[in-house]
Every structure is written in structure tokens, then in C-alpha cells.
């Protein structure tokens, strides 16, 4: 089998000059590749111990729902400015070329108490800390957090109190 590493395209200063966007979407273009990578990511512990899943707008989304569909448990969307609808919990934070803000509506929350944390890559760890920031402040706990990529010389990982299991580091 090929390495997932053969799967990410990289674009050099993208979005904006000096950063390296890995893309994950040559992943999902290969649905055995696919298949395999949602298996083995739905196998984690992180994900068996969580009540749901929270996943991270937008790539995010696609890997999160096919674990949820895969472990038949709820998932739960955290989503950028202006794109859910009712009463939202909303947090500001920095990423690795700007800031952003992530909102999780209210009664989402108000059923599961234990969170896996699913996204397409870790970077500085903005993202998934604001999520994390997020449900702490309501009572809910992180068990977790899978990402398909790790960029380990942003050390993201550091700024984290909890596993981080990547299926790939660059």
C-alpha cells in the first residue's frame, strides 16, 4: 500500500507567503486509502471513551462524519463566522497566518459530556485549543484529539492537555 504521505499535496505560500499548506483532500479522492485511514482512526481509544465527536469546520467535517458513521456516534460541529443558526457558544483565536473565530450551537452541547476532537491537520494547535476552550468552559471534557496531519515543528502539540494521535507528521 502507498504511504498517506503520497496522498498530500503541498502549495507553498498559501494562503498567504511562508506558510506550506498541506492538503489532505488527494486522501479522499482514494477511497480505499480513505477507507483505510476512517478504520484505523475510528479505532482510537480517544474515539471508544467519547460520548461525540466535534469536528472542525471544514476539512475537518469529512473526516469526523465518517468516523461518526463508522462508531455510530453523534457528531457535533464546530463551524467559522456566520454559518450556524441559534443560540452559539463563540470563541476568538489565533492561527498559524491570522486569527478566526469558532462558534458551537448551545443545545449541541446539551446532550454528551465527553468530546473526541477531530480535524484535518495540527498546526500551531489555535484551532483545536479554541474547541477544546470551548467545551471546558461548559462542563464538557476533551478525551482527545485525532488529526490526519501534524505539522511537528509548530509544535501544536504542546499547547495541548491531552492525547493528539496524527496519522501523519511532517
Known amino acids: 500500500m502507498k504511504s498517506l504521505n503520497e496522498f498530500i499535496d503541498t502549495y507553498k505560500d498559501y494562503p498567504k507567503k511562508g506558510i506550506e499548506f498541506k492538503d489532505v483532500l488527494g486522501i479522499i479522492q482514494e477511497p480505499r486509502i480513505f477507507k483505510e485511514l476512517i478504520i484505523k482512526m475510528s479505532s482510537s481509544q480517544i474515539i471508544k471513551n467519547a460520548e461525540a465527536i466535534i469536528s472542525i469546520d471544514a476539512r475537518g467535517f469529512i473526516f469526523g462524519s465518517a468516523i461518526s458513521l463508522q462508531v455510530s456516534k453523534p457528531m457535533i460541529v464546530a463551524r467559522k463566522p456566520g454559518k450556524l443558526p441559534g443560540e452559539l457558544f463563540e470563541k476568538n483565536y489565533s492561527l498559524e497566518y491570522g486569527e478566526n473565530t469558532l462558534s458551537i450551537q448551545k443545545k449541541a452541547l446539551q446532550k454528551y459530556s465527553t468530546y473526541a476532537i477531530v480535524d484535518d491537520l495540527l498546526a500551531t494547535g489555535g484551532t483545536v ?22 505539522l511537528m515543528k509548530l509544535e501544536g502539540k504542546l499547547k495541548l492537555n491531552y492525547p493528539i494521535e496524527s496519522s501523519i507528521t511532517f
Do not use: A, Y
Request: net charge negative; hydrophobic share 45%; proline share 0%.
Open 129 to 150: 485549543d479554541c474547541v477544546s476552550k470551548i467545551l471546558e468552559s461548559n462542563n464538557k471534557e476533551v478525551i482527545g484529539v485525532l488529526v490526519v496531519v501534524e
